[in-house]
């Protein structure tokens, strides 16, 4: 089975700190896609980031970063020089083989502070 | 600009009527899904659809209904069979098969009168 676990409810960071925000998974599968959406009040789910189950290296956008410890079943996203804007909800999810379900974690509410 | 529509952004429905949630996309994506999301919960997926005038149903489709006539069009109804429809309504499109990442419409919140 399938499964993706965040154990953040909440997090608080100082605005211009970093912040991770964990994320763990389980599949048998080898290959597999990890995800990082965004969720501001408004609703919209935001893409931030993608890790691939072969990928070397652990993946970058901007502010973002992906701790990827495959080991360990970890996808931790690491936000750096949090901003106000950051504020909102982050949900972690995989992707497994050539399926077309997507499998979400319970999502971390992040909340930075001036 | 490509992209997913949902409309409409607020929908009230009255007891025992039916209502249906419209999501278009022009991404030309294979897949389409539909989310139910409560207040402060994670996304929980009603239904799927692969290709036209195929769908399967997600965990939770009790009460709910779906149709994929056309790739860029993937309708939610909720039927009065749903008891508890107050939720926001997300839908999603994505490339198959591979493992690229979902897009997101901007959600549709419906409330009961």
């Known amino acids: 089975a399938q499964k993706i676990t965040q154990t953040q409810p909440g997090m608080f960071v100082q605005e211009k700190e970093a912040v991770t925000l964990d994320c763990t998974y389980d599949?048998?599968?080898?290959?597999?896609?990890l995800f990082w959406y965004k969720q501001p009040s408004s609703g919209e789910m935001i893409f931030l980031i993608y890790?691939?189950?072969?990928?070397?290296q652990n993946a970058t956008e901007g502010r973002y970063s992906l701790n990827f410890q495959k080991a360990r079943k970890s996808a931790n996203l690491v936000i750096s020089a949090s901003q106000l804007g950051d504020s909102a909800m982050y949900f972690c999810?995989?992707?497994?083989?050539?399926?077309?379900?997507?499998?979400f974690g319970t999502g971390t509410s992040l909340t930075v502070i001036p | 600009d490509g992209g997913i529509t949902q409309s409409p952004k607020y929908l009230f429905r009255k007891e025992g009527q039916n209502v249906t949630l419209s999501c278009e996309q022009n991404?030309?994506?294979?897949?389409m899904y539909w989310y139910r999301q409560d207040p402060g919960q994670g996304l929980r997926l009603i239904y799927y659809?692969?290709?036209?005038?195929?769908?399967q149903k997600g965990d939770i489709a009790e009460g709910y209904s779906v149709s994929r006539e056309k790739k860029e069009s993937f309708p939610l109804t909720v039927t009065s069979a749903q008891k508890n429809p107050t939720a926001f309504y997300l839908c999603?499109?994505?490339?198959?098969?591979?493992?690229?990442?979902?897009?997101f419409g901007p959600g549709t919140r419906l409330l009961v009168l």
């Open positions: 999603a499109s994505s490339i198959l098969p591979g493992l690229e990442t979902q897009y």
């Open positions: 599949t048998s599968d080898p290959s597999y896609g």
């Open positions: 890790q691939g189950s072969y990928d070397q």
């Open positions: 999810a995989m992707r497994v083989g050539d399926g077309n379900q997507f499998y």
């Open positions: 991404l030309n994506h294979d897949a």
């Open positions: 659809s692969q290709i036209v005038n195929d769908f």
